[in-house]
């Protein structure tokens, strides 16, 4: 059974059962050893690369290790498991990331519930898609290419990373958004995609921008739009869907979570600790590279941000009636 949200909302806001004392004593010797953080994907992918980049920072800053784990399976489920299993004491964290609010819907039988058995800590980045089309496509804006797949409604094949990624839910959203009818093609993760889409196959794909953005440049592919509110760095010139497409914005995100009942005082020196990583010059210019907007919050807001994201993926997934693979 899912919690209310405004129930989540409150613990996201929430302390710890811990006596005062006792919490104030645990944050100030934190971290006293080694602290874990649970990648849920396979390594050198953007869930990975920014758990590491988070975590050298924090090591350097805080004295002790961050160990990257790198814990994959079941669309990042079993990972989160193993944090939310673990004894709240901040060292083992998670790096969270957005397929935890898709999976909250997509998934049915989970052994745990994401919003309340993990604190959020800290927000550090969003990472856009980028709407592309294959050269083939007549297409060369998002208006062009509403018109043309509403001319030839269900024979448009939309390319995705597999049932409920972020390629696919965010082509879900345009669909709904726009009426138009693409036909939703799952592969096992975004190479075996590209490929296609290079081929010709595919016409339509929301995919990541590090993935795709050599084969915009090379004119192999074409970009329509990324899928932020704000246009990124990296394709300056590309706008975003909902200049177009009013109400649209879809991102991969990233952040930090920790056992639900982690001392508040150590919720609190992680996230200091991370913001000031995401004003750090170097830091920046490093998250940019991923094609990334970091996106500092403080542990309340981002349990907001990460329960209206849940409610809205939530919408998408059941409109489309999508199923876990």
């Known amino acids: 059974m899912k919690l209310p949200r405004r129930r989540f909302l409150q613990l996201a806001a929430g302390a710890a059962v811990l006596p005062a004392a006792a919490r104030v004593a645990q944050a100030q010797a934190y971290p006293a050893r080694p602290v874990h953080l649970i990648s849920t994907f ?14 050298q920072w924090l090591s350097e800053r805080l004295g002790q290790q961050f160990i990257i784990d790198n814990r994959t399976g079941a669309g990042g489920n079993i990972g989160t498991e193993v944090v939310v ?3 709240p004491d901040g060292y083992t ?41 294959n050269p083939t496509v007549p297409a060369k804006t998002v208006p062009e290419f509403i018109a043309y797949a509403k001319a030839n409604p269900g ?6 990373s597999g049932n409920g990624s972020t390629t696919h839910i965010s082509g879900e959203l345009f669909k709904e958004l726009t009426g138009v009818d693409l036909v939703a093609v799952a592969y096992r993760g975004g190479g075996p995609a590209l490929i296609d889409m290079l081929g010709g196959q595919m016409q339509v794909m929301f995919e990541p921008t590090l993935a795709c953005i050599e084969y915009i440049r090379a004119g192999t592919l074409r ?3 990324v899928t932020t509110a704000a ?11 909902g200049e177009f497409v009013p109400g649209y914005e879809a991102s991969q995100w990233y952040g930090i979570g920790a056992p639900r009942g982690t001392p ?8 200091k600790q991370i913001n000031a990583g995401l004003a750090d010059p170097k830091m920046k210019a490093r998250l940019s590279d991923l094609g990334g907007i970091p996106t500092p919050m403080t542990p309340p807001e981002f349990g907001k941000f990460i329960a209206n994201e849940t409610e809205k993926w939530g919408k998408v997934v059941r409109a489309g009636n999508i199923k876990a693979d």
């Open 85 to 87: 299993r673990a004894p």
């Open 264 to 271: 508040p005082e150590v919720v609190a020196e992680l996230n």
């Open 223 to 225: 970009a329509l739009a």
């Open 42 to 55: 396979a390594a050198g992918g953007p869930n990975d690369i920014t758990a590491r980049l988070i975590g």
């Open 231 to 241: 246009r990124s760095e990296l394709l300056p010139d590309v706008p975003t869907v």
């Open 155 to 160: 024979k448009i094949n939309m390319a995705t």
């Open 93 to 133: 964290l998670l790096l969270v990331s957005s397929a935890n609010a898709v999976n909250t819907t997509l998934y049915d039988k989970l052994s745990f519930d994401f919003m309340r058995d993990i604190a959020p800590v800290a927000s550090v980045i969003g990472v856009p898609n980028v709407m592309i089309v």
